[in-house]
């Protein structure tokens, strides 16, 4: 048998080897979890300005906010962002075929495994979104855009971890529309789209068009200026005063002023009809620009039109910097210029557009310290969990409160402005709020054209041609002449009744014609016989 002492010093330093390493094992996740919190974010896009979705023009707001977020969270986190982006893409379109080779390329090259991964793009087109969603979902990684979304967002089982800061909602603008038509009974609506305006036009009519066509009892007519020619608009305002009074006009500022211009020559802008026109936020480049002062000689017959007018605009179209924001048109400039070789006029950008990206990584960073607070580390690799936190809860920013809504998308509220022609601008009446699809009066009275009454009649009182007041006025005429004629008739009528009872009265008093029983005597016929003519007499 062989037997061993206890606490040999071989033995003891083995133990003391033991517990050492046991020690380390405790004590390094402390000390790695004492570090910064390494997150990445991807950005996919091209690097061509052909677009507002293009590198060189959100980039310089998100790397701003990297800046910030990374003063803001010093120590807690570390924020690095990496920009995807092949030189031979040269479009949206064209980086919507790519866009799956490009991501799954980063994010399969990754080795770090404790690195959170975020997914913070513009969404250059519809195609983009989805295929980056799809592989999103797959590997639970958070996805923001917010430029651009798609309606598969909607769907969580099909987009758990997508979130969409987009300004743009097509849906919300269809119920807005769907509301006004319903809320003032126009029944006939005459929808024009200008083809040769941008796409969100055309989007927007389309998204107007299912909505009102989903009430009962409406009738939709769809016309498209093709080219760039006035002479198209004649035609269509000729066509439009046939069959409604109610226009909704999708395309450029400076289109809508030929519109009103011809439409005022033709006595469309009496208050009889309604124009109604969209501008998302304040942008002349993509818009035009709304103003009836154009420098030319029909300048004051547009500012008269101007009174028909109806503008649906969001709630914070016409959003600036703040003075004490971290983000300012200055620093953006500059990077865009020194780190994109891009020039980027801020004096005519939107800046709606501007503050998107950058308010995409300030909340992210929010998001993800928050939900280390509530969870640990190891809720930040679960990009279920994060888009959770961005649901159904309002974010409050020097630039206003961002809400997302239930499905992860931010809501923006709606607005329909008039002209006030006395202020000779336009002034909001009318508030759609989309998450409970409430319509808010902001004011009282519409000051309509000419003070007649708001709104006007679906169908005029003469019918939209004018016919029925003139078959009213023929029925007029023609009721003066035979209502005479038709006494006169009566009357004949009568007075040839009253002789004929006068005739017949008088004629059944007469006795001339009864045949007496004296005048039949005989005295040559038998007594049968006369007894036979008195019996038949009688």
Known sequence: MISVQRGTPPQRFSVQIVLILSLIGLVAPSLIADGPIQVEIATIGHIYPESMSCLPYVAPPQDLAKAYVNRRYQGIFNFTITYIFDRTIPSCAALADHAVHLITRW????????????????????????????????????????????????????????????????????????????????????????????????????????????????????????????????????????????????????????????????????????????????????????????GDEHDQVVERAFASVLVIRAADYDNQFSVSSDLSAVDISRRAKTDYNFTLPINDQPVINLLAPFMAVKILAEILNRSNELHGTSSLHDGRNLANMFRNRTFLTEFGDIEIGPSGRRVVDLVLFCFETREKSFRPFLLFKPTSRRIEPLRGIVSWVNGNSWPP?????????????????????????????????????????????????????????????????????????LSLLRCRGE
């Open 457 to 529: 009649p679906n169908e005029p009182r003469c019918g939209f041609t004018g016919r029925l007041c003139e078959v009213t006025s023929l029925q007029t005429e023609l009721a003066s002449i035979a209502t005479p004629i038709v006494t006169l008739v009566a009357l004949c009528c009568l007075l040839a009744c009253y002789l004929v009872w006068r005739h017949c009265h008088n004629l059944k008093r007469q006795e001339w014609w009864i045949i007496q029983y004296e005048t039949m005597r005989y005295d040559d016929l038998p007594t049968g016989y």
């Open 107 to 294: 994010f399969y090259g990754h080795k770090d495994n404790n690195t959170v991964l975020a997914l913070i793009f513009a969404g250059c087109s519809g195609p983009e979104v989805v295929y980056m969603n799809q592989i999103a979902a797959a590997q639970n990684v958070l996805m923001i855009t917010h430029n651009n979304d798609h309606e598969v967002i909607r769907n969580k089982a099909l987009s758990p971890t997508f979130v969409s800061l987009a300004h743009y909602i097509s849906s919300d603008y269809r119920e807005f529309y769907k509301r006004i038509a319903e809320v003032y009974n126009w029944t006939s609506v005459y929808v024009v789209i200008d083809d040769t305006s941008v796409w969100v036009y055309t989007l927007t009519a389309w998204a107007a068009i299912e909505g009102i066509e989903s009430l009962p009892n409406r009738v939709v007519t769809v016309k498209h200026i093709l080219r760039n020619a006035s002479a198209e608009i004649a035609p269509i305002l000729h066509d439009f005063r046939t069959i409604s009074r109610v226009m909704l006009f999708c395309g450029r500022a400076e289109r809508l002023r030929t519109v009103l211009i011809q439409a005022s020559e033709l006595n469309m802008t009496n208050g009889e009809f309604v124009y109604i026109t969209m501008e998302n936020f304040h942008y002349k480049t993509l818009y035009g620009n709304l103003d009836w002062r154009n």
